[in-house]
């Protein structure tokens, strides 16, 4: 199996930043493309941002220029920095990883979610 971790949500004001943490770990042969999902109670999860293992990053509209998404393939990790937060970025973050296990089947995980408060 293989188990997501993120850590880094948090509470701040408009304006502020955060950074996100996502740690990859289990059965990983190959880890490919990693993500960020936002989802708001009562809405669908959202996708925020991608990463592949070389390092290319896409970003939704509503993220571009505000949120960076980076990779330690070091540390099968991945990170989203989050700038210029306004209230509407309130939601609970997931991280999302496609790969291959240690058993060569697929694996499409996600983490337990970390919860972001943009305050007015």
């Known amino acids: 199996q293989v188990h997501l971790v993120e850590s880094g949500g948090g509470s701040v004001q408009a304006g502020g930043s955060l950074r996100l943490s996502c740690v990859a770990s289990?059965?990983?042969?190959?880890?490919?493309?990693m993500a960020w999902y936002r989802q708001v109670p009562g809405k669908q999860r959202e996708l925020a941002a991608t990463?592949?293992?070389?390092?290319?990053?896409r970003y939704e509209d509503f993220v571009s220029g505000r949120f960076t998404i980076s990779r330690d393939n070091a540390k099968n990790t991945i990170y989203l920095q989050m700038n210029s937060l306004k209230p509407e970025d309130t939601a609970v973050y997931y991280c999302?990883?496609?790969?291959?296990?240690?058993?060569?089947?697929?694996?499409?995980?996600w983490g337990q979610g970390t919860q972001v408060t943009v305050s007015s």
């Open positions: 289990g059965s990983i042969e190959t880890l490919n493309i």
């Open positions: 999302n990883a496609k790969g291959i296990e240690t058993t060569w089947r697929p694996f499409d995980s």
């Open positions: 990463i592949t293992s070389g390092g290319s990053a």
